[in-house]
């Protein structure tokens, strides 16, 4: 069974610190890792991608991948109350076929505490 | 307005009823998947279309019928539910043939359709 794994929260954040969401998984040979924001009763919608080992920054936000420990994180710098959301960690697991979707974990419930 | 679209965004209906839910995407990609999404679950996915061909049946009971006439459209049609159905179903879309290895291709959501089965 191919599966992510994240910590379901809620991650309590105070406002300007650090947030730091972990997810792990289970399928060594994946390529393509993604996170995605989802405000309640809304849609998910992609921040961040990263497909090679190290740290991609992109404005607050920092995914980091390493691959020999099947881990990859999401940095929110200057947290922000409108950063309170649930974010989704998201893997290609190759299933072989052609058009493959995507494997997500439960997800983290973040809270930024003004 | 994320160029996927779907309707309706909420629907209730008997264990007996027929519907269907559709989606349509302006972003001229050629894969279209359906997810559901139920309460303190992850996100799975139902099934894939790749340039109007199903790819992928991830298991989904025969209840659930999904049919893709062309790149740009997606349907799941539906009938005798159950009230474990009761999800929301979201309906994405890739520009090439899924988020395949070494692709770096993603996918993105439409803003999903509220299903609740009485």
């Known amino acids: 069974q191919k599966e992510v794994e994240q910590n379901s929260g809620p991650l309590s954040v105070p406002e300007g610190a650090i947030a730091s969401l972990n997810c792990t998984y289970s399928?060594?040979?994946?390529?393509?890792f993604f996170w995605y924001r989802q405000y309640s009763g809304k849609s998910p919608e992609l921040i961040m991608s990263?497909?090679?080992?190290g740290d991609k920054e992109d404005g607050r936000f920092t995914a980091q991948l390493n691959k020999a420990s099947q881990y990859v994180s999401l940095l929110i710098r200057d947290s922000q109350p409108s950063d309170s959301a649930t974010y989704l960690c998201?893997?290609?697991?190759?299933?072989?076929?052609?058009?493959?979707?995507?494997?997500f974990g439960k997800g983290t419930h973040l809270i930024i505490q003004p | 307005e994320t160029g996927v679209t779907q309707t309706p965004r909420h629907l209730v209906m008997g264990m007996t009823n027929k519907k269907s839910l559709k989606c349509e995407q302006h972003?001229?990609?050629?894969?279209m998947y359906w997810y559901k999404q139920s309460a303190k679950k992850p996100l799975e996915l139902m099934f894939v279309?790749?340039?109007?061909?199903?790819?992928e049946n991830n298991s989904v009971p025969s209840r659930f019928s999904p049919e893709c006439p062309n790149s740009s459209h997606l349907f799941l049609h539906l009938h005798t539910l159950q009230p474990e159905d009761s999800a929301l179903y979201l309906c994405?879309?890739?520009?090439?043939?899924?988020?395949?290895?070494?692709?770096?291709?993603?996918?993105?959501f439409g803003e999903g359709s509220w299903l609740t089965v009485v």
């Open positions: 990263i497909y090679s080992n």
């Open positions: 399928d060594r040979v994946s390529q393509s």
């Open positions: 994405a879309s890739s520009p090439r043939g899924g988020v395949g290895r070494n692709s770096g291709n993603t996918i993105y």
């Open positions: 279309y790749n340039f109007k061909e199903q790819t």
């Open positions: 972003l001229g990609h050629n894969a």
């Open positions: 998201a893997v290609n697991m190759y299933s072989g076929g052609g058009a493959d979707g995507l494997t």
